[in-house]
């Protein structure tokens, strides 16, 4: 772990010019630096490159950051390996932290395991090119299939000699241990100690692939970290095991793995979609037919961690399978998990009897990708047309409709699940209105679940000793009328406020306040909007600025910390490239309330009366931000209050409580529009 100094040694020493100049060609404007943007298919220079923010910013995709963050987007780093990328190129030495030996131990075993691992893959690889059988065998099978020499290497593909322990004694030869050929899956054992991690003089280890056509597991870093191992197409028939693949190890998971995803992930950010193949062949067929935006999980069923690897390129993808019954079972397995995850969904089942990879060896690239973009659709026409057209039997057809409402009521953007129930309304000719009580009711009872499943982690252990106290925490009384903000007016107003926590979250504009002990304390904006917010049990709605908001307040009380320069070079690239475009749209969206930049030149004695003025409107500005979400949060409430006054019908009860609830609302929305000096008449 790479300790604090050395941290900030490495990106005090970053210049943001130096590092993009490395993957873009910039040239001078003005006191900044212009070119082609790397994110997106740029024929106008739009990126821009400040020496002095030492950040970087496309204006029409919205990508850049710090030198970190730029390289963490433009080649899918993680933050320690952006570290580490800038720590070599500015020749400075990284001090990890002191390890524990438990950790130590650990840290070794693991660097020891991927090391062999990477031998094994150039074994393989140099087996396939130069031994008799490698290319006699081997590399026959790859050209069988219609892969070509430069896609070879592209995957790293090898090959594993029929000798049962060819693998072993070669790593032994080379210097590598028996127990992290075990370790890693390569070798087995047998003999009297088969059962055991740690090999025996007595045991005898077995190549785990031998045989077979190798290929090389990379992760989303590039380091090696399982392989798979296809038995020869002439071997196939009676073979129980098509596919053997490394078994889990510390250092592989198949859950959480994506095979091609490393040589992938620039052409997935680059076309903000992914392709999910089922095999091998299928990724490699792809590529050589020029799509390279496409990853497999290999015949296991998709998890939670592989969606939340595949979001951290794009929120798009496309699942390709082949036509038979298979191939649509895998395409149904998962969805309904891509979409609670937030993933937009499209389906492409091929014509019967072709699968990815020989559909793309048939076809050109020009062919292929039109195909794709004409026959892929969207979940609802997928799940519709095998799951309700033309069904006859009512119960089935009643099933499948509840298949598709269950699948749209996990989707957690709202305004997105009221589009697919009115497209699947017009599809199937039911109303609207009965499709929208079914898909609340399923809502409700996905968030009872959920309750109910954090209620049980959360509930303590049963063997509590007495005397033990569980403290709860009890929810801040509410004032204003609750709703959740999910509009998109919120979100820009949100957005309003946040811009004035990263450009001055730590300015003071209430100083010397009496406190409830009676000290006295200073307020800055963020601790202002938290507390004015708070007050009532709101925040803001969307996570990310939820997140800014509370790091700036836990933050401003550091001396000399600057919310503008914590948010530009935060670790998480989204806080990151959003700080950035809400600090370099100061002249777009600062308005009326425009801070003069000149003020530092103006007379000695002036400066102080300038400043006392900037604070004031810097805390009208807040002030009025404040009351303009807090308006509209009610102005939502209204809208509500009054559908359900149309749905309340003969209610004479409900209706009367209705009615009291929007008077007293409005009241409340009157006196909140009178204070921001608007006349509001409904």
């Known amino acids: ?25 910039l040239r001078k404007s003005g006191v900044n630096y212009k070119g082609l943007c790397p994110f997106h298919d740029d024929r106008n220079p739009s990126f821009m490159v400040s020496p002095s923010k030492n950040i970087c910013h496309c204006f029409v995709c919205g990508k850049g950051g710090t030198p970190a963050g730029f390289l963490m987007e433009h080649e899918q780093m993680t933050y320690p390996e952006a570290l580490r990328w800038l720590a070599r190129k500015y020749n400075i030495e990284i001090v990890e932290k002191e390890l524990t030996d438990e950790e130590r131990a650990a840290q070794s075993e693991r660097e020891s395991m991927f090391i062999v691992n990477e031998w094994a893959k150039d074994w393989f690889h140099n087996t396939l090119k130069n031994d008799p059988d490698g290319i006699a065998i081997g590399k026959q099978y790859f050209r069988s299939r219609g892969i070509r020499d430069d896609i070879i290497e592209k995957f790293q593909l090898g090959y594993a000699p029929q000798k049962r322990d060819a693998l072993a004694q070669a790593a032994q030869k080379a210097g590598y241990k028996a127990e992290f050929l075990v370790k890693t899956g390569l070798c087995f054992e047998r003999g009297d100690n088969a059962n055991s991690q740690e090999p025996s003089a007595k045991s005898q280890l077995v190549d785990r692939y031998s045989g077979r056509a190798i ?73 050589q037919a020029g799509i390279e935006n496409v990853v497999a999980n290999s015949g296991t069923a998709l998890s939670v961690f592989q969606i939340h ?108 699940r009221s589009t697919y129930i009115s497209d699947l309304s017009r599809r199937i000719g039911i109303k609207e209105q009965t499709l929208i009580a079914e898909l609340n009711r399923k809502v409700r009872k996905n968030q009872e679940d959920r309750e109910k499943e954090r209620d049980r982690a959360a509930a303590p252990p049963e063997n509590i000793p007495d005397g033990g106290i569980v403290e709860q925490v009890q929810p801040t009384p509410r004032v204003v009328p609750t709703v959740t903000p999910s509009s998109q007016g919120s979100t820009q107003v949100e957005l309003l406020l946040l811009r004035e926590v990263v450009r001055y979250g730590e300015e003071i504009i209430f100083d010397n306040v009496e406190t409830d002990n009676g000290g006295h304390a200073n307020i800055c904006v963020a601790q202002y909007i938290d507390l004015d917010l708070s007050q009532d049990g709101l925040h803001l709605s969307q996570p990310l600025y939820q997140q800014m908001l509370s790091e700036a307040v836990a933050h401003c009380g550091e001396p000399g910390f600057k919310a503008m320069d914590y948010f530009c070079a935060h670790r998480d690239p989204q806080i990151s490239q959003l700080a950035i475009r809400l600090s370099l749209d100061r002249h777009q969206l600062a308005g009326r309330f425009k801070i003069d930049e000149g003020e530092e030149e103006k007379k000695e004695e002036e400066k102080e009366r300038l400043h006392q003025d900037r604070i004031a409107r810097l805390r009208l500005r807040v002030q009025h931000l404040i009351m303009d979400y807090r308006l509209h949060i009610i102005d939502q409430r209204l809208k509500m209050l009054q559908q359900q006054l149309r749905q309340a019908g003969a209610d004479l009860q409900q209706t009367m409580q209705l009615l009291k609830e929007h008077k007293e609302t409005k009241e409340i929305r009157d006196m909140l529009a009178k204070r921001l000096g608007s006349d509001l008449v409904v």
Do not use: C
Not at 4 to 22: H, N
């Open 215 to 287: 290929f090389p597991w990379l992760n989303v870093s590039g380091k090696v970290v399982a392989f798979g191992g296809r038995v020869l197409d002439s071997r196939t028939k009676g073979v129980a095991q098509k596919y053997v693949n490394s078994p889990d190890s510390d250092i592989y998971h198949k859950e959480r793995e994506l095979y091609g995803i490393f040589q992938a992930k620039k052409a997935i950010v680059k076309e903000d979609r992914v392709f999910m193949v089922e095999g091998y062949t299928d990724v490699i067929a792809m590529h």
């Open 309 to 416: 690897l595949l979001r951290r390129f794009t929120q798009n993808i496309t699942l390709l399978y082949d036509g038979d019954e298979a191939g649509i079972h895998a395409a149904m397995r998962g969805t309904d998990m891509l979409l609670a995850e937030g993933m937009n969904i499209k389906v492409l089942l091929l014509p019967d009897g072709d699968d990815p990879d020989s559909f793309a060896r048939k076809h050109s690239m020009e062919e292929l990708r039109k195909y794709i973009e004409e026959n892929q659709t969207d979940f609802i026409t997928f799940k519709t047309r095998l799951t309700v057209q033309n069904i006859d039997d009512p119960v089935k057809r009643s099933e499948g409709i509840g298949g598709i409402v269950q699948s749209i009521s996990v989707i957690p953007d709202q305004i997105l």
């Open 1 to 25: 772990m790479i300790d604090r100094a050395t941290v900030d040694k490495i990106l005090d020493a970053a210049r943001i010019v130096d590092v993009v100049g490395d993957f873009v060609s």
